[in-house]
T-cell receptor, first 113, second 114 residues
C-alpha cells in the first residue's frame, strides 16, 4: 500500500530535550515536505526537499532541522524544542511536476512542556 | 509570497443542501490549485486539482470546483451534502515556478446537520 509513515504519532516532552520525528514514504517520490498545522493558521511549510541532499526552507523554518540522506526518509529534528513548537506536524511526498498533488502522513501531535 | 484566503472558518449546511466553500488566491499568474479534505485524526486527502486543462474540475465524493481567473477564485461545491462530508477542507496553491513550495488556506470546518 502506498503510504507516508510518520513516527511517533504522539509525543509529550520537555523544553530543550532534542527530538526527531521520522517520515518514510514507499512511493519513490523525489519531493518531500514538512508542515505544521495550528488552529486558525492552516498548514505552514517548514522545510522541503527536492531530492537526496537537497533541502530548502519553507515559511517557518526557525527552530527546525531536516536531512535527506535517503530518498525514502525525511526526518524532522528539533534540537532544542520550545513550547511554541507544540503543534500537529505532517510529512508529505509527491512526484516532480508542478501539478502533482501531495500525499500526506497521518500526522504527529507534539506537546512541549 | 502567495496568500490563500478561505472565507468562513466554519460552515454549516443541512443534509441534502448545497455545499459551497470559498477559496481565493493572490497571484496575478494563475497557480496550480488543490482542494484537500481532512477527517479527524487523519492526514489530508486530495479532493481535486486544477491544472489548466478545464476550468470546471470534478473530484472525488461528488465534489467539484470552478476556476475563475477574473475573480482569482477556486470555490468548492457539492450539490447535496451528506453526513459523511463533515470534515475540515483546505485550499492549497502551488506557484507556477519550479520548486516544492505550497501555500495553504486556514481551512473551513464543514458541519452537516441531519
Amino acid at each position: 500500500e502506498a503510504q507516508v509513515t510518520q513516527n511517533p504519532r504522539y509525543l509529550i516532552t520537555v523544553t530543550g530535550k532534542k527530538l526527531t520525528v521520522t517520515c518514510s514514504q514507499n512511493m519513490n517520490h523525489e519531493y518531500m515536505s514538512w508542515y505544521r498545522q495550528d488552529p486558525g493558521l492552516g498548514l505552514r511549510q517548514i522545510y522541503y526537499s527536492m531530492n537526496v541532499e537537497v533541502t530548502d526552507k519553507g515559511d517557518v523554518p526557525e527552530g527546525y532541522k531536516v536531512s535527506r540522506k535517503e530518498k525514502r526518509n525525511f526526518p524532522l529534528i528539533l534540537e532544542s524544542p520550545s513550547p511554541n513548537q507544540t503543534s500537529l506536524y505532517f510529512c508529505a511526498s509527491r512526484r516532480p511536476g508542478a501539478n502533482q498533488p501531495q500525499h500526506f502522513g497521518d500526522g504527529t501531535r507534539l506537546s512541549i512542556l | 509570497a502567495q496568500s490563500v484566503t478561505q472565507l468562513g472558518s466554519h460552515v454549516s449546511v443541512s443534509e441534502g443542501a448545497l455545499v459551497l466553500l470559498r477559496c481565493n488566491y493572490s497571484s496575478s499568474v494563475p497557480p496550480y490549485l488543490f482542494w484537500y479534505v481532512q477527517y479527524p485524526n487523519q492526514g489530508l486527502q486530495l479532493l481535486l486539482k486544477y491544472t489548466s486543462a478545464a476550468t470546471l474540475v470534478k473530484g472525488i465524493n461528488g465534489f467539484e470546483a470552478e476556476f475563475k481567473k477574473s475573480e482569482t477564485s477556486f470555490h468548492l461545491t457539492k450539490p447535496s451534502a451528506h453526513m459523511s462530508d463533515a470534515a475540515e477542507y483546505f485550499c492549497a496553491v502551488k506557484p507556477q515556478s519550479t520548486g516544492n513550495q505550497f501555500y495553504f488556506g486556514t481551512g473551513t470546518s464543514l458541519t452537516v446537520i441531519p
